[in-house]
Antibody, heavy 123, light 108 residues
């Protein structure tokens, strides 16, 4: 299993950025997928989750209304559209494969992680 | 939101010693708890799920226990490569999925 993120970089506050993740070594459509972020030197924060069929989509309160998660099972890919970025969104964003296909309230822990892509929001 | 609290923040032990890390939930989470290990500059690695089940390829010196609101991760005989930050995560009630703040394990 391999997860490779891309799309990070330096962006000004209020601007947008789109992160992508491509999975290999497994069938993405069989699993829920997630984004988890980590401020350098700090702890882990769950950002968003999407069930296998996109029927269940959830967000952390800190990003709700600004971020949009989506997936393309045919391309084994996951995306995170980030709008109205703030300084506090600065972090490394990890693409994470769940243990099963389900959405909110189902058993979801994280067997596989990408290395992350760094997003820096600064003027 | 279920708040996860880990203690101690830092733990320093000698090689071969036993290390016990604690994770407490603000409300009961059954056994819906996972533990992760993160080495500097690397992505987290799943160690334990279901509070006590070792993930694939995880050495037997790592063990998890607990249920309800109090959990422990024990490393029975510390090795140099166990120097890392360890996080717990609950998946009992979500959103949001929540992590503890982490425990840094240092090998003397």
């Amino acid at each position: 299993v391999q997860l490779v993120e891309s799309g990070g970089g330096l962006v000004q506050p209020g601007k947008s950025l789109r992160l992508s993740c491509v999975g290999s070594g497994f069938t993405l459509s069989d699993y829920a997928m997630h984004w988890v972020r980590q401020v350098p030197g700090k702890g882990l924060e769950w950002v968003s989750s999407i069930s296998w069929n996109s029927a269940s989509i959830t967000y952390a309160e800190s990003v709700k209304g600004r971020f949009t998660i989506s997936r393309d099972n045919g391309k084994n890919s996951l995306s995170l559209q980030m709008n109205s970025l703030r300084d506090e969104d600065t972090a490394s964003y990890h693409c994470v494969k769940g243990n099963s296909f389900g959405g909110a309230g189902t058993v979801q822990y994280f067997p596989h992680w990408g290395e992350g892509t760094l997003v820096t929001v600064s003027s | 939101e279920i708040v996860m609290t880990q203690s101690p923040a830092t733990l320093s032990e000698s090689p071969g010693e036993r290390a016990t890390l604690s994770c407490r939930a603000s409300q009961g989470v059954g056994t819906s708890l996972a533990w992760y290990q993160q080495n500097p500059g690397q992505a987290p690695r799943l160690l334990i799920y279901g509070a006590s089940t070792r993930a694939t390829g995880i050495p037997a010196r790592f063990s998890g226990s607990g249920s309800g609101a109090d959990f422990s991760l024990t490393i029975s005989s510390l090795q140099s490569e166990d120097s890392a930050v360890y996080y717990c995560q609950q998946y009992y009630i979500w959103p949001p999925l929540t992590f503890g703040g982490g425990t840094k394990v240092e090998i003397k």
